[in-house]
């Protein structure tokens, strides 16, 4: 994060971080570079052509023809410079900050679960949106209106020189004049300019949470209050966006003032030395153009600055999400599995603090033995621990003592990849994608073809409800599957995970949506797929978890007792105080 302390220039150093974006496209930065040049060399030489226009094409005996023929060629040469300009500078604008959207995309993918924990979806959808449509604006814009406008000043202070030495130094006086303001205002600007862009994500933050949760929203008939809610923070953004344009405004006017009011004194100079003889009309004009070219580009110059400066707060927003470092370790030579996966599972003293919550114990000196094919029900009630036993066995968090274990080999040691692809999880809510019912399918196994879809979908009961779509298979779902009922998208899930056919499998509830009839067949597709297969399942309704090899009860992050329904009925503990609340109902 920024410091108070830091001065402009440091701050401005943020905008480092695009160097590794640009130098993948040379080629077009140097054919950039190669029409910058050009173009300011015509801008440069027009004066000159303009002053031998006046001071011999008026003069008597010579032809005027040859010096507006030369202004249109001079015209020529810098409308296809400057067309090529924009070609070259726009499109590497928009290929660096392509490149930039996929490497913090793919960054943020690869950090864990603590991450996204802490920080909004919103948020992160705003840094990817609009800081990276600022950086755009910078390098396909700004950038090139800044080398540009630098180059035609120095240029233009160059020939001032050589056009009129007394002129020039008399307009030297006025330049402290200018620069000072900008430099003294360059900070608050850009404070001002960050400040405007947190705002801008808390509104997307606000916005995204909230479609998120529509159901919810509306439920509770609250979008009145959510409006207010979006409403405030859309004033905030806009108040501390006003105070950028204030003093962007403020800035621009103050610059035009001075360099036009110099440019006014050292003409009416100028001009008197035309009266008296000691100039030609045609120098004169040359200077003056010079004047006006100068210091159009000193103006461009302040407007470009407060656009960078805006821009490189963007740029450290992007920064800080790119530093972020995985808080899990991932081995550099990682153990490989042995195939096939035998799917022995142990959790041995384990005890684990969510990173939100680390004054709760989620799991306290947790062990637990899963033999190859067995069929484990984790139950108690809610609070437990039974979730985040799956959230340690995908490796989403890392215990602080204790180990995981797949096959014998600590999961710290694995390729997450890998470990992953080895399991299969259907989660309690699921997830459905915004795309068709086909391809939310093939996410299980992108390479299944559609038999092997069809035959998943087929037994989790899901083939009948997906063919009757209007679109059949290649039916487009909605947002989080909004087309679908509550048990078709679990439906949906479990043929999922039955394509992608893993050693291990985790059921989070895969039932609790389902009706009776579709419960019992899925219920039957289950038990075929766990043939063969380690399955650990979570189960709130115990009438799920009968047939289980094994039961274990589970209570503040402990196991209380386990052992088959009948054994664990005749304890008379914690499982049978929550058997007899449900099945007495």
């Known amino acids: 994060m920024s410091t108070p302390s830091e001065t402009p220039r440091q701050k401005l150093l943020s905008l480092r971080g695009l160097l590794p974006f640009l130098r993948p496209h040379r080629v077009m930065l140097v054919s950039w ?52 300009r924009f070609y070259f500078v726009s499109l590497l604008g928009e290929r660096v900050i392509a490149d930039l959207r996929q490497t913090l995309y793919g960054h943020l993918l690869s950090l864990d679960q603590s991450f996204f924990e802490r920080t909004r979806s919103g948020e992160l959808l705003s840094r990817l949106s609009a800081d990276a449509e600022l950086l755009r604006s910078v390098v396909g814009s700004s950038m090139s209106i800044a080398l540009r406008s630098a180059i035609t000043v120095v240029g233009s202070a160059v020939m001032l020189a050589i056009t009129s030495p007394r002129l020039a130094g008399l307009a030297m006086i006025g330049i402290p004049l200018i620069v000072l303001p900008i430099a003294l205002s360059g900070r608050r600007v850009r404070g001002a300019a960050k400040d405007s862009q947190d705002r801008v994500a808390d509104a997307n933050a606000r916005a995204g949470e909230t479609f998120n949760a529509m159901h919810t929203v509306q439920s509770y008939a609250r979008e009145p209050f ?9 004033q905030r953004s806009l108040a501390a966006a006003r105070k950028r344009i204030r003093m962007q405004s403020l800035l621009t006017a103050g610059v035009i003032v001075l360099v036009f009011g110099a440019i006014t004194a050292v003409l009416w100079v100028g001009a008197q030395d035309v009266i008296a003889g000691s100039m030609s009309a045609g120098t004169l004009g040359q200077f003056v153009l010079y004047a006006v070219i100068g210091a159009g580009s000193v103006g461009a110059l302040t407007e470009v600055w407060s656009e960078v400066q805006r821009a490189s707060g963007g740029m450290e927003r992007i920064s800080e999400l790119l530093g972020e470092v995985s808080q899990q370790a991932i081995p550099a030579h990682p153990t490989p599995l042995t195939h096939p996966v035998r799917g ?30 067995e069929t484990v029900a984790l139950v108690g009630p809610s609070g437990a621990g039974k979730s985040t036993v799956f959230q340690l066995l995908l490796r989403f968090h890392d215990p602080q003592t204790g180990s995981v274990r797949l096959d014998g080999i600590d999961i710290r040691e694995l390729d997450p990849g890998e470990l992953r692809r080895s399991v299969a999880l259907v989660p309690q809510d699921p997830v459905i994608f915004g795309t068709t019912a086909r391809e939310n399918l093939r996410y299980g196994k992108l390479d299944a073809d559609d038999a092997q879809i069809e035959a998943a979908a087929r037994s989790a009961e899901a083939h009948e409800f997906l063919s009757a779509l209007p679109g059949g298979y290649d039916s487009e ?19 999922r995970a039955l394509l992608k056919d893993a050693p291990i499998l985790l059921l989070d509830e895969a039932t609790s949506a389902l009706d009776a009839q579709s419960e019992r067949a899925v219920q039957q597709a289950l038990e075929r797929l766990m043939e063969g297969r380690t399955t650990l399942v979570i189960a709130h309704r115990l009438a799920t978890v009968l047939k289980a090899d094994r039961i274990v009860v589970m209570d503040q992050g402990r196991i209380v007792a386990q052992g088959t329904h009948a054994e664990l009925m005749a304890q008379n503990g914690l499982y049978a105080q929550l058997a007899r609340l449900q099945f007495d109902h």
């Open 226 to 234: 959510e409006r207010q809610r979006f409403s405030s923070a859309v």
């Open 33 to 84: 570079l190669a029409a910058l040049a050009v173009s300011s060399s015509a801008t440069l030489f027009f004066p000159v052509a303009f002053k031998h226009m006046i001071d011999q094409g008026f003069a008597r005996g010579t032809s005027v023809d040859r010096w507006f023929i030369l202004l249109f060629l001079v015209a020529v040469v810098l409308a296809l410079a400057t067309a090529a």
């Open 477 to 495: 779902l909605g947002e989080r599957g909004a087309r679908l009922s509550g048990g078709q998208q679990q439906r949906l899930a479990i043929a």
């Open 344 to 373: 022995d599972l142990r959790l041995e003293h384990v005890c684990f603090n969510y990173p939100t919550r680390p004054d709760t114990a989620a799991l306290d000196d947790f062990s637990l033995h899963v033999a190859p094919g």
